[in-house]
């Protein structure tokens, strides 16, 4: 052996080993990245058919001026807006 290189193998494997830990980290953080994702999704869907059926059902039960005038909150708006 020379003088100078006892250690080089265990300098390597060092090294190796702190590149493994950052790899398996990055991989964990992405796959987490992609189970939010994909949740969020599926909430963004749940909420648009939640309120394509909720809209489906106002327009059937209430004509559109009743529903018009009934979302306003105040009174005064609601005598401007109803026909009279």
């Not at 969020?40 to 005038?69: F, H, N, W, Y």
Request: hydrophobic letters at 45%; a positive charge.
């Amino acid at each position: 052996m020379k003088r100078g290189q006892s250690g080089q193998a265990l300098f390597i494997l060092a090294i190796g080993f702190i590149a493994l830990v950052g790899f398996v980290g990055i991989v964990t953080d992405v796959s987490v990245l992609f189970i939010r994702y994909s949740t969020l999704g599926r909430a963004v869907d749940a909420a648009a058919v939640s309120a394509a059926s909720q809209m489906r059902r106002i327009e059937t039960r209430r004509s559109p001026m009743r529903t018009a005038t009934g979302l306003t909150t105040s009174p005064k708006m609601k005598r401007a807006a109803s026909p009279t």
